[in-house]
C-alpha cells in the first residue's frame, strides 16, 4: 500500500474535541485511547487560546481563518467566513461583502427561543427551493442580492445590511437566542433592516405547504432565517500543501488560496494511499469533525464513541507511522467551544518518557 509518506507534516484539525470543565468527567469517563494519550503526552506544546464565554464565533472558525489570513489576530471574535464558503459552494464573491444565511427552525422554551442545530432540519432540495422563492422578492426588495447554490446554505450581499455581526449556527444552537441576534458590529444595535426583513419572511412561511407537510409528518418547521460569518474575501495564503475537510468554510480558504482541496478520508489510511502526490517539504491539512453534533447535542455517549473511532481509524495508524518516520511530525489542533491548543510531536519527541500530559488536562 502506498504509504503518505512523502508528506513530511501531518495536521489534524479537530473541532469539539475539548469538552468543557464541568462535562469532562462525563465525556472522558472509561476512555480508551492509548494512541492519542501517547500522543498527548510526549507531544509539545504549540499553541493554547482560551478565548471567552461569550464569543460569537468557534474556535475553529477562527483558527482556520487566521491560518489562512482572512484575520490577523488570534484575539479577535472574527471569522469573516461566508465569502469563503460562498466559494466553495461555486459562486464567485469579488470584492462585496457577503452573509451566510440558513433556513433554521426556532423552537419556544419556557420564557425564550432556542435555535435548533440548522442541519438538523435536513431539508431536502425541493422544500429549500420552495422557500427560496418565497423569500428571495422580499429580501430583493431591501436592495440585498440574494444567491441560493446550495439547499442549505444561501447568501445575502447589501450595504443595508452594514456591518452586522452574529453567531455561528453551533455557537448559539441549543441556546436562547437573545444574545446571539445579528446586531451592528459598531454600534451593538440591533439591525432594523434584518428584524424586518426576519419578521416578513418569517409571516411567509408560516402556513406554506412545506411547512404545512413538515409539522403533519412531525418534523421542525423552517420558521426563521439565520444570518452568520459576514465579510468580503481578503487575499488568502494557504501554510498547507493540500488540504482535506468537509467544512464549506475550509475548503473555500483552500480555494481561494489555489490549494488543492479534496473530502476528509475516513481513516489515515485511506489518507496515506489519496496523498501520494502531495509535496515532499509540505504540510497536510485533515480536517475531522465526527465530534460536533455529539458535543452541541450533550451527547457524551456519542462524543465517547467518536473519540474511539478516531483512535481505530487515525490515531493509532498515524502514531504506528510516526514511529516508523513515515512522516516527521504530527500535529493536532484541539478546539472547544470557546478555546484551542495545537500539540505538535516528533518521533524523536516519542522517546521522551518523562513527558506526562493527558486530556482532561486540556478542558476549558
Known amino acids: 500500500m502506498r504509504t503518505i509518506m512523502n508528506a513530511k507534516h501531518l495536521h489534524l484539525l479537530l473541532p469539539f474535541a475539548l469538552p468543557s470543565a464541568a462535562d469532562a468527567s462525563s465525556a472522558l469517563r472509561s476512555l480508551q485511547s492509548p494512541a492519542l494519550d501517547k500522543l498527548l503526552a510526549r507531544s509539545t506544546l504549540v499553541e493554547r487560546i482560551a478565548g471567552e464565554d461569550f464569543q460569537r464565533t468557534l474556535p475553529h472558525e477562527r483558527w482556520i481563518a487566521r491560518q489562512f489570513g482572512a484575520v490577523a489576530s488570534c484575539t479577535v471574535d472574527e471569522a469573516p467566513l461566508a465569502p469563503y464558503m460562498l466559494i466553495a459552494d461555486g459562486g464567485t464573491p469579488g470584492d462585496a461583502v457577503w452573509a451566510c444565511v440558513e433556513p433554521a427552525h426556532v423552537r419556544i422554551a419556557h420564557d425564550h427561543l432556542v435555535l435548533v442545530d440548522p442541519a438538523a432540519l435536513e431539508l431536502s432540495a425541493e422544500e429549500a427551493a420552495a422557500l427560496f422563492a418565497v423569500a428571495k422578492p422580499l429580501v430583493e426588495e431591501l436592495g440585498v442580492r440574494i444567491e441560493a447554490p446550495t439547499p442549505a446554505r444561501w447568501y445575502l450581499s447589501g450595504e443595508v445590511l ?7 449556527p453551533l455557537r448559539a444552537s441549543g441556546r436562547s437566542i437573545e444574545i446571539w441576534l445579528p446586531h451592528d458590529a459598531h454600534t451593538g ?17 408560516f402556513e406554506h405547504p412545506v411547512n404545512t407537510s413538515r409539522e403533519a409528518r412531525g418534523a421542525p418547521v423552517v420558521n426563521a432565517l439565520w444570518l452568520h460569518s459576514q465579510g468580503a474575501a481578503q487575499r488568502v495564503k494557504s501554510p498547507f500543501a493540500q488540504v482535506f475537510s468537509n467544512a464549506t468554510a475550509t475548503r473555500g480558504l483552500a480555494l481561494g488560496a489555489g490549494v488543492d482541496s479534496s473530502a476528509a478520508p475516513p481513516s489515515f489510511d485511506a489518507l496515506s494511499a489519496a496523498n501520494a502526490n502531495v509535496n515532499a517539504n509540505g504540510t497536510t491539512l485533515v480536517e475531522l469533525e465526527p465530534f460536533c453534533a455529539p458535543f452541541v447535542q450533550q451527547d457524551w455517549t456519542a462524543w465517547s464513541a467518536a473519540l474511539a473511532e478516531l483512535e481505530r481509524e487515525w490515531f493509532a495508524p498515524a502514531l504506528a507511522a510516526l514511529e516508523a518516520g513515515r512522516i516527521g511530525a504530527l500535529t493536532m489542533t484541539l478546539t472547544g467551544e470557546t478555546g484551542s491548543t495545537t500539540l505538535s510531536t516528533t518521533r524523536g519527541d516519542l522517546r521522551r518518557f518523562w513527558r506526562r500530559r493527558v486530556l482532561a488536562s486540556l478542558v476549558e
Not at 162 to 168: C, Q, R, T, Y
Not at 190 to 204: I, T, Y
Request: aromatic share 8%.
Open 189 to 205: 444595535q440591533r439591525s432594523r433592516a434584518w428584524m424586518k426583513l426576519q419578521n416578513e419572511v418569517q409571516m411567509a412561511w
Open 162 to 168: 452594514g456591518a452586522l455581526a452574529s453567531a455561528s
